[in-house]
């Protein structure tokens, strides 16, 4: 049954009530199951307050009876407990019905009752005046915590106490003091029914509650898990033309004359500004669903990312006339980089774009066990109402045109959304003309110290196989490529590109993620290595560079990068794969005697 049909069903019966304490066939079912369920998780508790009680009072038989009257009621104990003991055994089978299960649990609860009533007359056969008190407590603990259904419960208790008025009847016991324990029985019965239907009425609509609590939660996950699907799909979708685009706009600023090129630089701005206006579009609505983006905090070095993301500021921030500071020791911190470096980014270009200021630092400070990470600048600053506001949605204190150039306003909801998944705590700290500090809260880590990298790479060069089953990205990509000096085979499928490998074996391997035939772009590279017989370098690129993606791409050594393609960052990354394949086949092609 559909979650529609569910809910349609639960209102009805909402609506129609349960004054008798019966729901529909298809409901009563399910919340028979679940009030067993109950029953079974509470057994253990109450089989050994039964327990305890036949135990005691069978020592009270002993202590305060004759020996001969405490013998002749010690069967009766017996009795009693085993039937708990029964019952409690075979309600525990994960094989028993429901229904026989709550016929044994209550046919404990009848035997116990009729047991303790035949003590007491027993008793008094003998001569001892046995008070009623005992059969008083059972009424008590069935009607109170058995959770037994009204009827079974009234059932039982109602025939044991009956079973007691009949002895006394036929013991010949008249008079007042029948009526008296007999009005007695009575009014607790009446009493304990009014409770447990009370009891069980209540239990009824709280479940109903919570069966439609249950059924909003999983419509919410549903709709959470579409939304994600949908993101994913329109982030492929979208962004595979821009990632085109970005790519022939490269290419026409590497030719043509100068006209041409500042033409082209223009253009390749503009797709760079509406590749970051839906990255950012995309990263909000993925952080505000549950699940949507999580973190996979590892130990990292953290100055070569705070060194990067400067560097990436650096041609804005010349052009701005702002100074860029960094004061960072070689220290480690536990984070999940990715996230931590697009949350960092987001406060640099919030900063270049809004702050006005003449000097921008990013610094790092130990404090304890945590590092005190801090993005501060002197700019206009901010007041306290502007501080409340300026973490909303599309909020932007000094945009009112709406200008795009200025982003969306997106840029701090999307810190504050990065920082509660990293679990970084963030603090603002601003007055109006003394410039905004936030800072960050990391938890300190070790790192291995890593080698320097090379100096003086060579010239881009190397063989390339590419992967990619749009026609147009493929175009565009195999073009920059080859025109950075690289060999390229363009295939559309694994198919094209397994005929290809046998012809030249490359020395690199990019391949899209989203594939048309069956599988996705980490198996073709898997095919291709297999086939080629070695561990090629291999590049995946992916419009959604989800951490579960990125888990897949770690232990396959695989690099992922993210669409729109950089061609700044796709060059630099194409010198680290392919410079020590140039330097093994220099070396293979020495002279022995050199």
């Given at each position: 049954m559909n979650f529609e049909a569910q809910e349609r069903l639960l209102l009805a019966q909402q609506r129609?009530?349960?004054?008798?304490?019966?729901?529909?066939?298809?409901?009563?079912?399910?919340?028979?199951?679940?009030?067993?369920?109950?029953?079974?998780?509470?057994?253990?508790?109450?089989?050994?307050?039964?327990?305890?009680?036949?135990?005691?009072y069978a020592l009270l038989d002993f202590l305060a009876m004759p020996l001969a009257v405490s013998l002749s009621v010690l069967p009766l104990r017996l009795l009693a407990l085993g039937a708990v003991l029964l019952a409690f055994v075979y309600c525990r089978r994960p094989s028993a019905s429901p229904q026989r299960s709550l016929v044994a649990y209550a046919g404990a609860y009848l035997c116990t009752g009729a047991c303790v009533a035949a003590i007491i007359h027993l008793a008094w056969r003998q001569g001892l005046a046995l008070p009623y008190d005992g059969l008083f407590l059972i009424l008590l603990f069935g009607y109170l915590l058995l959770g037994l259904p009204l009827r079974a419960i009234s059932l039982c208790s109602w025939s044991f106490c009956l079973l007691f008025v009949g002895l006394c009847l036929g013991f010949g016991e008249t008079g007042s003091e029948l009526a008296y324990q007999g009005l007695?029985?009575?009014?607790?019965?009446?009493?304990?029914?009014?409770?447990?239907?009370?009891?069980?009425?209540?239990?009824?609509?709280?479940?109903?509650?919570?069966?439609?609590?249950?059924?909003?939660?999983?419509?919410?996950?549903?709709?959470?898990?579409?939304?994600?699907?949908?993101?994913?799909?329109?982030?492929?979708?979208?962004?595979?033309?821009?990632?085109?685009?970005?790519?022939?706009?490269?290419?026409?600023?590497e030719q043509g004359d100068a006209k041409t090129r500042r033409i082209s630089s223009r253009?390749?701005?503009?797709?760079?500004?509406?590749?970051?206006?839906?990255?950012?579009?995309?990263?909000?609505?993925?952080?505000?669903?549950?699940?949507?983006?999580?973190?996979?905090?590892?130990?990292?070095?953290?100055?070569?990312?705070?060194?990067?993301?400067?560097?990436?500021?650096?041609?804005?921030?010349?052009?701005?006339?702002?100074?860029?500071?960094?004061?960072?020791?070689?220290?480690?911190?536990?984070?999940?980089?990715?996230?931590?470096?697009?949350?960092?980014?987001?406060?640099?270009?919030?900063?270049?774009?809004?702050?006005?200021a003449r000097r921008l630092s990013l610094s790092a400070r130990p404090a304890g066990e945590q590092l005190v990470l801090e993005v501060a600048d002197d700019g206009r600053g901010l007041s306290e109402a502007e501080q409340a506001?300026?973490?909303?949605?599309?909020?932007?204190?000094?945009?009112?045109?709406?200008?795009?150039?200025?982003?969306?306003?997106?840029?701090?909801?999307?810190?504050?959304?990065?920082?509660?998944?990293?679990?970084?705590?963030?603090?603002?700290?601003?007055?109006?003309?003394?410039?905004?500090?936030?800072?960050?809260?990391?938890?300190?880590?070790?790192?291995p110290l890593q080698p320097p990298s090379p100096e003086g790479a060579p010239a881009l060069r190397g063989r390339i196989l590419l992967l990619e089953d749009d026609a147009t990205g493929r175009e565009a990509l195999a073009g920059l490529l080859r025109r950075w000096g690289c060999e390229v085979q363009a295939c559309a499928d694994l198919a094209e590109a397994l005929a290809a490998l046998q012809c030249a074996p490359p020395q690199l391997l990019i391949s899209d993620y989203r594939l048309a035939e069956q599988g996705d772009g980490l198996q073709a590279i898997e095919r291709l290595r297999e086939a080629a017989g070695q561990m090629l370098p291999a590049l995946l690129i992916s419009a959604d560079l989800s951490p579960e993606l990125q888990e897949r791409c770690l232990p396959a050594h695989v690099i992922p990068l993210g669409k729109p393609l950089l061609p700044a960052r796709l060059r630099q990354v194409l010198v680290a794969q392919l410079q020590p394949r140039q330097r093994l086949s220099r070396v293979d092609e020495a002279p022995a005697d050199a």
């Open positions: 129609r009530g349960y004054a008798r304490l019966r729901f529909v066939p298809a409901l009563e079912g399910e919340f028979a199951a679940h009030r067993l369920q109950r029953i079974r998780r509470r057994l253990p508790l109450i089989v050994a307050t039964a327990v305890l009680f036949q135990l005691v007695f029985l009575l009014c607790a019965n009446l009493i304990g029914t009014v409770g447990a239907y009370m009891q069980e009425h209540g239990q009824r609509s709280a479940w109903l509650n919570l069966r439609l609590l249950n059924l909003a939660r999983l419509r919410a996950e549903a709709d959470d898990a579409r939304k994600l699907r949908l993101l994913a799909a329109a982030s492929h979708d979208l962004r595979q033309p821009l990632n085109a685009m970005g790519l022939f706009a490269q290419h026409l600023v253009l390749a701005a503009s797709v760079e500004q509406l590749g970051r206006l839906l990255q950012s579009l995309l990263d909000y609505s993925r952080l505000t669903l549950p699940g949507g983006i999580q973190a996979s905090p590892q130990p990292f070095a953290l100055r070569p990312l705070l060194e990067r993301l400067l560097g990436e500021m650096a041609p804005q921030a010349r052009q701005q006339g702002l100074q860029l500071v960094l004061d960072c020791a070689d220290l480690g911190v536990r984070s999940d980089p990715l996230l931590l470096e697009r949350l960092l980014r987001n406060l640099l270009h919030n900063a270049l774009r809004h702050a006005r506001l300026v973490f909303e949605e599309f909020r932007q204190l000094d945009n009112p045109g709406r200008n795009a150039e200025r982003g969306l306003g997106l840029g701090l909801a999307i810190v504050r959304q990065l920082a509660e998944v990293l679990e970084h705590p963030l603090q603002l700290h601003s007055q109006p003309g003394v410039g905004a500090r936030f800072v960050l809260l990391l938890p300190l880590a070790e790192v």
